[in-house]
Structures are given as structure tokens and as C-alpha cells.
């Protein structure tokens, strides 16, 4: 199991927390310039772990991402079907 996958092993918090304080700078930008530095800051985060591991932390990275989707667009955009409704 990863990081990614085993909440025990995070703060919660400070994630919440960190996420508050990055998302002011990417609202508003160019969904592509969203996306570049979302690849960006990823690509920092891998090249910390060795090259065997990549796949699989970009897996379960996907895995943690997809779970939050719906989470999102319910709380923030009042879909409940999956369609955001903005």
C-alpha cells in the first residue's frame, strides 16, 4: 500500500490546509496552465521516490484523485450526478 492509499500515514489537516493555500493562485488561470503546474509539482513529488516506484505511485495517485472527483463536485459545485453544474 502507498502513501497515497493509507490515510494513517498523512495529516489530513495540513493537506486541507496546503490545498486552501495553492488553490487561490490556480483560480482563474487557463485550465492548461492549471494542468502544467498540477504535472509539474507531480513530477517534483516523483522524482523524490526511486524510478521502480513511479508506476505504481502514479496509480495510486490517479485512484486517490478519482475518489476525490465526485467529493468535489458535490460540495463545490452542487452536482450530485457527476456533472458540475457551473
Known amino acids: 500500500m502507498s502513501v497515497?492509499?493509507?490515510d494513517?500515514?498523512?495529516?489530513?489537516?495540513r493537506v486541507n490546509l496546503i490545498s486552501s493555500l495553492i488553490e487561490p493562485l490556480l483560480k482563474?488561470?487557463?485550465?492548461?496552465?492549471q494542468g502544467?503546474?498540477?504535472?509539474?509539482?507531480?513530477?517534483?513529488?516523483?522524482a523524490?521516490?526511486?524510478?521502480?516506484?513511479?508506476?505504481q505511485l502514479?496509480?495510486?495517485?490517479?485512484r486517490g484523485v478519482r475518489r476525490l472527483i465526485?467529493?468535489?463536485?458535490?460540495?463545490r459545485f452542487g452536482g450530485n450526478d457527476g456533472t458540475p453544474t457551473h
Do not use: K, N, Q
Not at 8 to 13: K, L, Q
Open 36 to 46: 502544467a503546474i498540477l504535472a509539474d509539482l507531480l513530477a517534483i513529488w516523483l
Open 8 to 13: 494513517r500515514s498523512m495529516d489530513v489537516e
Open 28 to 33: 482563474g488561470l487557463h485550465p492548461g496552465e
Open 70 to 75: 465526485p467529493l468535489y463536485i458535490a460540495t
Open 4 to 6: 497515497i492509499d493509507d
Open 58 to 62: 502514479i496509480e495510486a495517485h490517479v
Open 48 to 55: 523524490g521516490h526511486p524510478f521502480a516506484l513511479h508506476d
